[in-house]
């Protein structure tokens, strides 16, 4: 019997009375590992020898999860800290306390968006609070960190689940061969086995001399192991936005642009919100630091929003009869909303006057100093829109998000009243999440009132929006936490497979 040079070394170096690894194969033949398993695939087609297959999973520390089995989790040294800040028996200032903790950087994101999950404390309008009964030698994230640093296994689950989607563990499949000769393997050797004179490939020497015609070529085996290359994509986010865009454009709106650090004049002030509103306060802002106030502002139009907010408008308008600054007006921040582009349009100050009807929209990165969670992070993408014409109304505003929706499929969605300073009526949008079948708000609008119109010169009506492009991608994807999207902690796996179906 003839066969190649690899699946002779093979056959010989195999054991009829035990399975042999394919590495002891490679290491008794000299041959390299993928080489002696295209062989015995080969010689297994022939019923020469048997080859066992084997999925092994591997569980190992990444390098943040070794940083943290030295140094502990991030969660559990902002508790640690919160103690003896004294948060078990009053909030402490957050600052404080992360700043006695050591955390620096990302580590910070980290342990606020494990902190309240884990039941250590709270973390509200930037006080921290800890809950005396908490056990952090109980935390089973941290044992189990413990427990591999310590060369132990660790058990599938969700404790295993959650580390891994932190990035503390690394999971590999690997797959072992193990071949055995057969009885007819056994019979083929004793008989004799030679050594066919087969060539792997085509080589410029065989063509140029014509011998490629006359030699035996090696049979090549289509499941043999390949190695698995991931290709880029495109970000879910930005295919979700794309589409957001195109459906938009087709419903007829124009697009806005404008800057992402802006005067407080136009993120706020010109949306009638007051001075004193809590969500103005540095605790849910982003001052820049350098320059700290923007050079210019149209004088006859800061005068009208000054005398909106200290007298009202129309007859029976009040105003706030709260402090005005026109100083923290000229305040730079980076924007919480993207409604601070519809106020430079609706002004005429960004692209001259806008005559109705129009239609505008962004799909543009907003910022808010939030507590990080499912559904919540320090940056996002906010869908704004506005509609400038005569006699609209709620139903008008309804319409156009259940049409919106229906190009994504939802058709389900809520609405709730609510209130905003700078819209009446206003309400808040709900949808089904496919997994959960969890309701998550998914935007705000209403439209806008007189004392934010009349000092932007704008003299009919006007419905808006501020829709969450992530919560829209969680109901189109099925992804069930936002910082699966991105961020520190974002799912890679999840991010190449899902797909912005419409």
């Not at 943290?68 to 028996?89: F, I, K, N, S, T």
């Not at 427990?147 to 660790?154: I, M, N, P, Q, R």
């Not at 502002?297 to 000054?306: G, K, S, Y």
Request: contains cysteine.
């Amino acid at each position: 019997m003839q066969l190649p040079e690899s699946q002779v070394a093979v056959l010989e170096a195999a054991s009829a009375d035990e399975a042999t690894p394919v590495d002891a194969l490679a290491a008794a033949t000299d041959l390299p590992p993928e080489t002696v398993t295209g062989a015995a695939f080969e010689l297994e087609e022939q019923g020469l020898v048997a080859v066992e297959e084997r999925v092994e999973e591997t569980i190992s520390l990444t390098d943040e999860g070794t940083e943290y089995v030295e140094d502990g989790l991030p969660e559990v040294r902002l508790y640690e800290a919160a103690l003896e800040a004294g948060a078990d028996a009053d909030p402490v200032s957050m600052g404080r306390v992360i700043g006695s903790s050591g955390l620096e950087g990302a580590a910070v994101d980290i342990a606020l968006s494990n902190y309240a999950r884990k039941g250590y404390g709270s973390i509200d309008s930037g006080e921290i609070t800890a809950d005396p009964d908490a056990d952090p030698a109980a935390d089973s994230e941290a044992n189990a960190l413990e427990s591999l640093a310590g060369e132990e296994t660790l058990e599938a689950g969700d404790v295993l689940d959650q580390l891994e989607r932190r990035g503390l563990v690394e999971v590999a499949e690997a797959t072992s061969r193990e071949v055995t000769l057969t009885e007819q393997g056994v019979t083929e050797l004793m008989a004799g086995v030679e050594t066919a004179e087969t060539v792997g490939q085509v080589t410029p020497e065989l063509l140029t001399s014509g011998e490629w015609a006359d030699v035996e070529f090696a049979e090549y085996n289509v499941e043999a192991d390949a190695e698995t290359v991931e290709g880029g994509r495109v970000h879910v986010l930005r295919e979700m936005s794309e589409r957001v865009k195109d459906v938009l454009v087709g419903m007829g709106f124009e697009e806005m642009d404008g800057p992402h650090a802006d005067a407080d004049f136009w993120i706020n002030d010109c949306l009638f919100m007051p001075q004193d509103h809590p969500a103005r306060t540095h605790w849910d802002r982003f001052a820049l630091e350098r320059p700290t106030h923007i050079d210019e502002l149209p004088e006859d139009l800061v005068e009208r929003v000054e005398r909106a907010h200290r007298e009202g408008v129309g007859e029976d308008g009040e105003g706030y009869h709260s402090p005005w600054d026109e100083n923290f007006a000229r305040a730079l921040a980076l924007r919480g909303h993207t409604t601070s582009l519809s106020t430079r349009y609706l002004s005429g100050e960004q692209i001259g006057e806008i005559e109705p009807p129009a239609r505008y929209f962004s799909v543009e990165k907003a910022y808010r100093n939030d507590t990080l969670d499912a559904t919540h992070l320090l940056e996002f993408y906010q869908i704004e829109g506005w509609v400038m014409a005569e006699d609209l109304s709620v139903r008008d505003l309804m319409g156009t998000f259940e049409e919106f929706y229906a190009q994504f499929g939802i058709e389900d969605i809520q609405f709730k009243p609510h209130y905003n300073p700078y819209t009446e009526p206003s309400f808040e949008l709900f949808g089904t999440h496919p997994t959960t079948g969890e309701l998550i708000e998914i935007g705000n609008s209403g439209i806008f009132r007189e004392e934010m119109l009349e000092p932007l010169g704008v003299e009919c009506d006007v419905m808006a929006w501020g829709l969450a492009l992530e919560r829209l991608a969680m109901l189109t994807t099925g992804a069930e936490d936002i910082r699966d999207l991105h961020g520190t902690l974002a799912d890679l796996e999840f991010l190449r497979n899902a797909e912005v179906t419409y």
